[in-house]
Every structure is written in C-alpha cells, then in structure tokens.
C-alpha cells in the first residue's frame, strides 16, 4: 500500500477531479453541527471539524427509504403486486469520515450480510462507496475509541486514511480501490520518508491524547443471566426518558422498522430507523409487551452492544467509541459508565 | 428472478374456511401466481411466513398446511390489529404476497424414531396441522413411534380444524385427546377439562419422547409442571414463540431474545435451549 502526498492548496483539485467520476460527499457545517453533504460549488466542505452530530450511517442506510412499490389500481394487471423500486447506485466518495465511523460500518455488515441473507440495499449502497478516512489528530474528551479495538488513525473500514500534517495531507492507500481512487483524482506524489515517519508519530501522539478509557475483558465470559439480572440497570435507567437520541446518532444502531404508505392508488414500501428505546418496538398485537418498563429498554440497548453482539459475533462489542450517544444524552447517560459496571459485575 | 429476501411472492387467495364460532379465525388457502415461486417454496413444519398485504405491511403466520399437502398454503388468522383484520374483510380470488419459508422448524431428525406428544392450545394450533398432517402421511407415518396429541379450546365452537379433529379421533394410528374448557352441549363426546388436566390423564410416561407445545402463556407454565412431573427433561420440550416481527431474516433487530432472533434462530427452541436465554418474552 502506498503513501501519496496531497498538497492542501491542492485539496480541491483533487475533489473536483473526483467528482468528474463520482458523487462525492464531504463533512459541511450546517448552524452548530456538521454533516455529510454532496460537494458543489457552495459546498466545498471543510475538514475542520471534530465529528458529525449524526453517524454517516445514513449514507448507506437512509433513516427513510422506499424498498418496494406496488399499484392497487385494479385495473392494472399487477395490481397488488409488490414490486422492486428500481434505484441507482452511482459510484459514490465519501471524504473526511473517521476512523471510528468507517470500523461501525464494518461491525454492522455481519448484521445486513450474513451468510444466509444479504440485505441488498445495504450491500449495493456499500459497494457502490469510497471511503477516504481523516484520522483525527485531536481527539475529543468524549472519544474512547482505543478501548474497543479502534483508534483515530484505525484503518479498518476505509480504502484511504488521510493524515493531516500542516501543510500536507499524507494520503495511505489501504485498497486497491482506494489506490485506484488516487490515481483518478491526480494524486501521484510518492511521501518521502520524512513524512512518512512524521505520519506514524501523529497516530501515536493521538493515540496517546484519547483520555477516556473503558474495560472490555471480561464482558465475554461473564454469564448473560448474571448481566441480564445485574442490580445496576434501575440507577442507570433513572433519569433516561426513552427519547431514542443515542440510538438515532449512533453508528452501530441498525434497528429498523417498515411501513407501507399509499399516495391515491400508488403504494410504497418504506424502511425507516426505528429505536430498541420505543415501547412500540417490541408491543403484540394482543397487548403482551416483552419490553413494557424503559428500564428493560435501556438494558436492552447495552446489553445488545456489549454482550450479545460480543458472543453472537465474536467480533468486539457493538460500540466504536465516538462518543455521539454520551455528548448528545439529555440526561447524561454515559455508555462508559455502564462498560465498567457490565464489565467489572 | 430476484433473490432479494423482503420480496414476497405473489399468491392468490383461493378459498377461504371461517374456522371459529366467534369468527375470529379464517384459514385461508394460498396459490402461487408463479409455477417457479411453488417450486421453489420448500418449507419444513415449525416454519413460519410473513403474510404481506400491499397497502397494509406484513404479519408472521405459521404454515398450517403440510409440505405433504401440494399446490397451496394454508395460513389460520386471528383477528387482532391492522393487517389480521383488514384480510380478514378479504374475498376468495384477492392477491397478496407470502415471503419465506422463514425459522427454523420442529426438530424431525431427533424424534425420528421416538414417541411424538402433541399439545397445543387455542388458535396456536397451526404448525401442529401441519406436524400432524405430515407425520400421518403414509410416507412418514413409520419415522415415528406412537403419537398422541391433547389439543383444547375453551368450547367446541372455538377449535380449530373440526372436521380434520374428527376423522384424527378416530383413528389408530394416532391417540387424539380433544378437550374443551367447558361445553353446555349434552352430544359432546370428548373430554372436558384444561390442556395441562388431560395431559396429566394422558400422557404417563416421557420415555423416548418429545414433546411439542404451543398455547397461550397460562396453558404453557401449567403443563410444564406437568411433564416434568414425568420426567421429561428440558431437551425432550419443544416450544415455539411468538416476538413481534418486520424482516423475519434476523436483520431488522425486532425480535430478540438474548443474542437469539426468533424469527431466524427460533421461533422453534428447546426449553433447554430457553432456560440460558433472559427471562424476556
Ligand atoms: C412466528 C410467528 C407465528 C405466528 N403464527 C400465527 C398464526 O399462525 N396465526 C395467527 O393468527 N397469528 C400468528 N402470529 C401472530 C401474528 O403475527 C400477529 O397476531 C400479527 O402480526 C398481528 O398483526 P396486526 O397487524 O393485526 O396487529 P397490529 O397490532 O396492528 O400490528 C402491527 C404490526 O406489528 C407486528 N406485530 C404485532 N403483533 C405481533 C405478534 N404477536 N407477532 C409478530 N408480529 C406482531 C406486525 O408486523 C404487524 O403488522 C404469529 C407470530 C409469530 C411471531
Ligand atoms: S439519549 Fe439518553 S435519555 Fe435519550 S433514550 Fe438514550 S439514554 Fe435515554
Ligand atoms: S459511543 Fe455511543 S454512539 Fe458511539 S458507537 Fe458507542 S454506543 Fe454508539
Ligand atoms: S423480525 Fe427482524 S430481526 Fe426478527
């Protein structure tokens, strides 16, 4: 894998050259926040940012999509029939996400591409996506991304890590996609050495900055009924008010759920987020609700990323460490304060 | 075609069965539009689709036909909320969609060659048609040693399938115990009394058994007691559960229980399998 140069003046050549192939999105700032929007003229983006309020799931998981489409016009021959919408999958850039965002996408594929069933909106919006990551030289207080098994120059995810050095970016091929990608956008200047070891400094320098740290060692072997049944979860759950926030905003949060709507005789079939927050979520049609106390649904949340994913998946907990559900809490409920009380019952 | 695992295929409503006295249940058989989707729908009993009405969303329903039965589904429908009333209102000849087979099943192989104990419930009696139908097929009949089933309703108007409950009665090579909650009907010539009651009377021994049980939550924890009472272990008692649902592939996250999905690790599990999973559902 190679180390390219990109010059910062020359930022936006590169990203006008991409987008002569691709839709390219890139983090824009929007009043207080940022988040990922197509590049234009206006938007040029800017890569100035900490991390966007929401995860860039919606990317390629759109809080609202149309799956399918159907006419109830009896007069039509496929009246009834639910049909698949068709739909475009143009080849698209995504810029500046990190590190942490790009592993969630990892940790969530196991769940729409399994063995035995591929969500095929989820694996065509994936396919048809360039990651180039930004590695985050100033990680916030909020961030724990070293504790569960990320970090803010992880290369898990994209197919190219950009490390911020001044005046240049060093741009890390990690794909042949991603190699290729450079080449389209006209980046061919070889790092030298210099920058290259200045490169691998700032990760560990980063690294060391992450000032939040959680334990995850045991949350494997403990037994799910002696979690399940833990004293802790009422004093965690107390001041929650079910606003479903955190899983909104969170990167690993995939929960859906799908309604049909009808506009006169056209019919669509629609998948939207939905949240295990909800007491909807789980209701019977006969009034039975496995999960009727908030207190049930706040363990579910934690107990879903940091135990059941840890033993279904054998891959980590369902958590990257971005911080978003702990910033974003009304009531301050911190998810790092519950790995210590999962991990060290 | 497509491969795409939330498309359902279009089907035909071909004929329509009220099953109860109140009404509230309706059997409704399924032809699919496409020769290629019948083909390729091979479905094992336990399993369970998602029913999809275009304009209304879709429902889980357990198969109740049998993969012995050719050429349609049987699907039985209790009125409850959206989408089970409004087919309720529907005719013979209306198109909705199936999507499966979804689940896992009943497991044949281990009671190959063991006493198959059948009780169900109320209207969760469905994927047990379709066990029974399948087992009592002259091609399966010999897998299998004595089957005894107990099946009960709270009155005579409110089970399931009667004509078929009559001509299994009869039978010998099938002990079927029907019973009712309570009857004012001075011809009724079954038994009287509560599911776990005549299980008690019946069934006497869990010896090379399994025992497949389906039913409202009450029947359930009392005939528990009651086979264990015989010695049946928690991996000879097999259950199926019902979690609300949207994918039914084990994607949307809806319908866990622990790190299970019901409708794709379940809905069929062993009590054993239950007991290392949280007490929530
Ligand atoms: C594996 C399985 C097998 C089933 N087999 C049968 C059967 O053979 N016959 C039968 O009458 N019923 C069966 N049910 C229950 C049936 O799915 C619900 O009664 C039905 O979904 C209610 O839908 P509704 O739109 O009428 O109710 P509403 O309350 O209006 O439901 C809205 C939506 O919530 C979901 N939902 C609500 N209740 C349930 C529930 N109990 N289970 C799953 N999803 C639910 C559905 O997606 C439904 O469209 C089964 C459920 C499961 C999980
Ligand atoms: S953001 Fe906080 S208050 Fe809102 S649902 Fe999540 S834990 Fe509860
Ligand atoms: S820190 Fe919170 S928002 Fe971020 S991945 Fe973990 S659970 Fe999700
Ligand atoms: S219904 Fe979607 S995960 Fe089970």
Same mark, same amino acid.
């Given at each position: 894998?190679?180390?390219?140069?990109?010059?910062?003046?020359?930022?936006?050549?590169?990203?006008?050259?991409?987008?002569?192939?691709?839709?390219?999105?890139?983090?824009?700032?929007?009043?207080?926040?940022?988040?990922?929007?197509?590049?234009?003229?206006?938007?040029?983006?800017?890569?100035?940012?900490?991390?966007?309020?929401?995860?860039?799931?919606?990317?390629?998981?759109?809080?609202?999509?149309?799956?399918?489409?159907?006419?109830?016009?009896?007069?039509?021959?496929?009246?009834?029939?639910?049909?698949?919408?068709?739909?475009?999958?143009?080849?698209?850039? $995504?810029?500046?996400?990190? %590190?942490? /965002?790009?592993?969630?996408?990892?940790? *969530? @594929?196991?769940? #729409? !591409?399994? =063995?035995?069933?591929?969500?095929?909106?989820?694996?065509?919006?994936?396919?048809?996506?360039?990651?180039?990551?930004?590695?985050?030289?100033?990680?916030?207080?909020?961030?724990?991304?070293?504790?569960?098994?990320?970090?803010?120059?992880?290369?898990?995810?994209?197919?190219?890590?950009?490390?911020?050095?001044?005046?240049?970016?060093?741009?890390?091929?990690?794909?042949?996609?991603?190699?290729?990608?450079?080449?389209?956008?006209?980046?061919?200047?070889?790092?030298?050495?210099?920058?290259?070891?200045?490169?691998?400094?700032?990760?560990?320098?980063?690294?060391?900055? $992450?000032?939040?740290?959680? %334990?995850? /060692?045991?949350?494997?072997?403990?037994? *799910? @009924?002696?979690? #399940? !049944?833990? =004293?802790?979860?009422?004093?965690?759950?107390?001041?929650?008010?079910?606003?479903?926030?955190?899983?909104?905003?969170?990167?690993?949060?995939?929960?859906?759920?799908?309604?049909?709507?009808?506009?006169?005789?056209?019919?669509?079939?629609?998948?939207?987020?939905?949240?295990?927050?909800?007491?909807?979520?789980?209701?019977?049609?006969?009034?039975?609700?496995?999960?009727?106390?908030?207190?049930?649904?706040?363990?579910?949340?934690?107990?879903?990323?940091?135990?059941?994913?840890?033993?279904?998946?054998?891959?980590?907990?369902?958590?990257?460490?971005?911080?978003?559900?702990?910033?974003?809490?009304?009531?301050?409920?911190?998810?790092?304060?519950?790995?210590?009380?999962?991990?060290?019952? | 075609?497509?491969?795409?695992?939330?498309?359902?295929?279009?089907?035909?409503?071909?004929?329509?069965?009220?099953?109860?006295?109140?009404?509230?249940?309706?059997?409704?058989?399924?032809?699919?539009?496409?020769?290629?989707?019948?083909?390729?729908?091979?479905?094992?009993?336990?399993?369970?689709?998602?029913?999809?009405?275009?304009?209304?969303?879709?429902?889980?329903?357990?198969?109740?036909?049998?993969?012995?039965?050719?050429?349609?589904?049987?699907?039985?429908?209790?009125?409850?909320?959206?989408?089970?009333?409004?087919?309720?209102?529907?005719?013979?000849?209306?198109?909705?969609?199936?999507?499966?087979?979804?689940?896992?099943?009943?497991?044949?192989?281990?009671?190959?060659?063991?006493?198959?104990?059948?009780?169900?419930?109320?209207?969760?009696?469905?994927?047990?048609?379709?066990?029974?139908?399948?087992?009592?097929?002259?091609?399966?009949?010999?897998?299998?040693?004595?089957?005894?089933?107990?099946?009960?309703?709270?009155?005579?108007?409110?089970?399931?399938?009667?004509?078929?409950?009559?001509?299994?009665?009869?039978?010998?090579?099938?002990?079927?115990?029907?019973?009712?909650?309570?009857?004012?009907?001075?011809?009724?010539?079954?038994?009287?009394?509560?599911?776990?009651?005549?299980?008690?009377?019946?069934?006497?021994?869990?010896?090379?058994?399994?025992?497949?049980?389906?039913?409202?939550?009450?029947?359930?924890?009392?005939?528990?007691?009651?086979?264990?009472?015989?010695?049946?272990?928690?991996?000879?008692?097999?259950?199926?559960?019902?979690?609300?649902?949207?994918?039914?592939?084990?994607?949307?996250?809806?319908?866990?229980?622990?790190?299970?999905?019901?409708?794709?690790?379940?809905?069929?599990?062993?009590?054993?399998?239950?007991?290392?999973?949280?007490?929530?559902?």
């Amino acid at each position: 894998m190679s180390d390219k140069i990109i010059k910062k003046e020359e930022l936006q050549d590169f990203l006008k050259a991409l987008k002569k192939a691709h839709e390219v999105f890139v983090p824009a700032k929007e009043k207080d926040f940022y988040r990922f929007n197509p590049l234009t003229d206006e938007n040029k983006g800017d890569l100035n940012f900490t991390n966007t309020r929401l995860s860039p799931k919606s990317l390629l998981f759109p809080q609202s999509e149309r799956i399918f489409e159907y006419t109830l016009d009896e007069e039509s021959s496929d009246a009834h029939i639910v049909k698949e919408s068709s739909k475009d999958y143009p080849s698209t850039v $995504i810029i500046g996400i990190r %590190p942490c /965002d790009a592993k969630a996408m990892r940790l *969530v @594929d196991v769940n #729409f !591409n399994n =063995p035995e069933f591929k969500d095929p909106w989820w694996v065509k919006h994936l396919e048809s996506m360039t990651f180039i990551g930004l590695g985050c030289n100033e990680p916030c207080s909020t961030c724990f991304c070293t504790s569960v098994g990320c970090g803010p120059f992880n290369e898990e995810g994209l197919d190219v890590l950009l490390f911020d050095l001044g005046e240049n970016f060093l741009a890390r091929a990690l794909t042949p996609k991603g190699e290729e990608l450079l080449k389209q956008g006209g980046v061919d200047k070889d790092a030298n050495s210099g920058l290259k070891k200045k490169a691998d400094e700032l990760k560990i320098e980063a690294e060391n900055k $992450i000032s939040s740290h959680v %334990p995850t /060692d045991k949350l494997k072997e403990k037994k *799910v @009924d002696d979690l #399940f !049944n833990a =004293p802790f979860w009422d004093d965690i759950a107390f001041a929650c008010i079910n606003c479903g926030t955190c899983t909104f905003l969170c990167p690993t949060c995939w929960c859906f759920d799908v309604q049909d709507e009808i506009t006169k005789k056209q019919g669509d079939r629609i998948r939207n987020w939905d949240s295990c927050m909800f007491p909807l979520f789980t209701l019977h049609a006969s009034g039975h609700n496995p999960r009727p106390e908030k207190v049930q649904r706040v363990r579910q949340r934690f107990m879903h990323k940091l135990k059941y994913y840890v033993d279904k998946y054998n891959n980590g907990v369902a958590c990257v460490g971005c911080g978003r559900c702990v910033k974003s809490c009304p009531v301050n409920i911190d998810i790092r304060e519950v790995f210590s009380l999962m991990n060290d019952l | 075609m497509s491969d795409n695992p939330y498309l359902p295929h279009p089907v035909r409503i071909e004929q329509i069965t009220i099953e109860t006295e109140d009404k509230n249940l309706r059997t409704f058989k399924l032809v699919f539009l496409n020769k290629a989707d019948e083909e390729k729908f091979t479905f094992i009993p336990g399993q369970f689709c998602e029913i999809s009405i275009a304009g209304k969303g879709e429902i889980p329903i357990g198969i109740a036909s049998s993969p012995t039965e050719k050429g349609f589904l049987l699907f039985t429908v209790n009125k409850t909320g959206v989408v089970t009333k409004y087919i309720h209102n529907m005719q013979e000849g209306d198109i909705i969609g199936v999507r499966g087979p979804l689940g896992n099943w009943y497991p044949w192989e281990a009671m190959e060659g063991k006493n198959v104990i059948v009780i169900g419930g109320g209207f969760a009696f469905t994927t047990l048609r379709s066990s029974i139908v399948y087992m009592l097929h002259p091609d399966n009949r010999n897998r299998f040693k004595d089957i005894i089933v107990v099946y009960g309703a709270r009155s005579p108007g409110l089970l399931l399938y009667r004509q078929e409950l009559a001509e299994w009665e009869k039978r010998d090579d099938i002990k079927f115990h029907i019973t009712v909650d309570a009857t004012d009907d001075p011809d009724w010539q079954y038994n009287v009394g509560f599911v776990p009651t005549i299980t008690e009377q019946k069934i006497t021994t869990s010896k090379d058994s399994y025992a497949l049980v389906c039913g409202p939550p009450i029947m359930i924890k009392f005939t528990q007691p009651v086979l264990e009472k015989v010695g049946f272990k928690p991996e000879q008692i097999i259950m199926s559960l019902e979690m609300r649902m949207k994918c039914g592939i084990g994607i949307c996250g809806r319908c866990n229980i622990g790190d299970q999905y019901v409708c794709k690790d379940g809905p069929v599990f062993t009590l054993a399998q239950l007991n290392e999973l949280p007490k929530e559902y």
